[in-house]
């Protein structure tokens, strides 16, 4: 006599198993979508207009925190020069721009 019962296989998984699975990824890849992948665009969107929009006189604020005015802009190599005061001049990207501020910014500070 064996103290152990005996062990069934269960019934096959019921049908529609796999449209269901269809179903979930779908779903996921929309929330992906909405979620992370189209606010990231729009945001790379602005910056590349922001971009493109300075120019020489701007007042602007890096990455980095440093607030200062543009007096040169290279196209070619999309390198600006910043003047951080009277005696500070910075050569940096374009990409570490960060926003452009108001006239008058610079004076307020």
Not at 70 to 93: A, P, R
Request: glycine share 10%; hydrophobic share 45%; no cysteine.
């Amino acid at each position: 006599m064996s103290l152990i019962s005996n062990a069934y296989a269960a019934d096959a998984a019921p049908a529609g198993g796999g449209f269901e699975m269809l179903i979930m990824l779908g779903m996921f890849a929309l929330i992906f979508y909405f979620m992370i992948y189209r606010p990231q665009a729009k945001r790379v969107k602005e910056h590349k207009n922001l971009m493109a929009s300075m120019g020489k006189g701007d007042e602007v604020l890096t990455s980095g925190g440093l607030v200062g005015k543009i007096t040169k802009i290279t196209e070619e190599n999309d390198y600006i020069s910043v003047e951080l005061n009277t005696n500070n001049e910075i050569v940096i990207k374009k990409d570490f721009v960060t926003a452009v501020l108001p006239k008058g910014t610079l004076k307020s500070l």
